[in-house]
Nanobody, 128 residues
Framework: EVTVVESGGDLVRAGGSLRLSCVVSGFTFGNVDYTIGWWRQTPGKAREVVSCINPIDRETHVISSLWGRFTISDDKVKNAVYLQMNTLRPEDTATYYC???????????????????WGQGTQVTVYS
């Protein structure tokens, strides 16, 4: 069974930075073709994809509205994926979820498919 556990959410002033971590269990990066993604949700809104990465082919995706501020990376030794968030804004306030799916289009929000595996979420609150 594949599981993902997020951490790193916090209360931060606008302009600050945070790095979210997602530890993946159930398979080893590089051995199984999975895409790991980050999604976020604010109350009253639908969940939206933020970024995703495939640890095997190294392909990454960040939604265009976050280019230049958010980056995604992975660590094959730790079986972890990270979301580096810089120059945070109050509108980045959300619960951030790590997801995993064998399909790139599902993990990266490129289709109507919802990712199969979700973490419990980690709260990011940005105040001005």
């Amino acid at each position: 069974e594949v599981t993902v556990v997020e951490s790193g959410g916090d209360l931060v002033r606008a302009g600050g930075s945070l790095r979210l971590s997602c530890v993946v269990s159930g398979f080893t990066f590089g051995n199984v073709d999975y895409t790991i993604g980050w999604w976020r949700q604010t109350p009253g809104k639908a969940r939206e994809v933020v970024s995703c990465i495939n640890p095997i082919d190294r392909e990454t995706h960040v939604i265009s509205s976050l280019w230049g501020r958010f980056t995604i990376s992975d660590d094959k030794v730790k079986n972890a994926v990270y979301l580096q968030m810089n120059t945070l804004r109050p509108e980045d306030t959300a619960t951030y979820y790590c997801v995993a799916d064998r399909l790139w289009i599902a993990a990266c929000g490129k289709s109507a498919l919802s990712p199969v595996t979700w973490g419990q979420g980690t709260q990011v609150t940005v105040y001005s």
